[in-house]
Nanobody
């Protein structure tokens, strides 16, 4: 059974940086695509970044492009989200997502708070 676990959230001042980590475990297959989503209070969930395929094609949401970077880790089915120049509007719960055999798998989420 696939399990997704995120880590790395916290409190940071505006302009600061954080790096989130995600590991999807419990399967032998390499996941084709892994995603980061976020959801702020009172707002709908939005796609932050995605990484796809063996050539690691990346995609970013408009609000984070140029500030965030998604990458794969050395461990199988692991990804990172490097977040730079953080803004208060980046405050949200960040979730890692992996689709495996047509099923969405979600982590429990990690809170990122950007505040002075």
């Amino acid at each position: 059974q696939l399990q997704v676990v995120e880590s790395g959230g916290g409190l940071v001042q505006p302009g600061g940086s954080l790096r989130l980590s995600c590991v999807a475990s419990g399967i032998r297959d390499a996941l084709h695509r892994m995603n980061w989503y976020r959801q702020a209070p009172g707002k709908s969930r939005e796609l932050v970044a995605a990484i796809t395929g063996p050539t690691n094609i990346t995609h970013y949401g408009d609000s984070v492009r140029g500030r965030f970077s998604i990458s794969r880790g050395n461990a199988k089915n692991s990804i990172y989200l490097q977040m730079n120049n953080l803004k208060p509007e980046d405050t949200a719960v960040y979730h890692c997502n992996a689709v495996y055999r047509s099923t969405d798998n979600w982590g429990q989420g990690t809170q990122v708070t950007v505040s002075s």
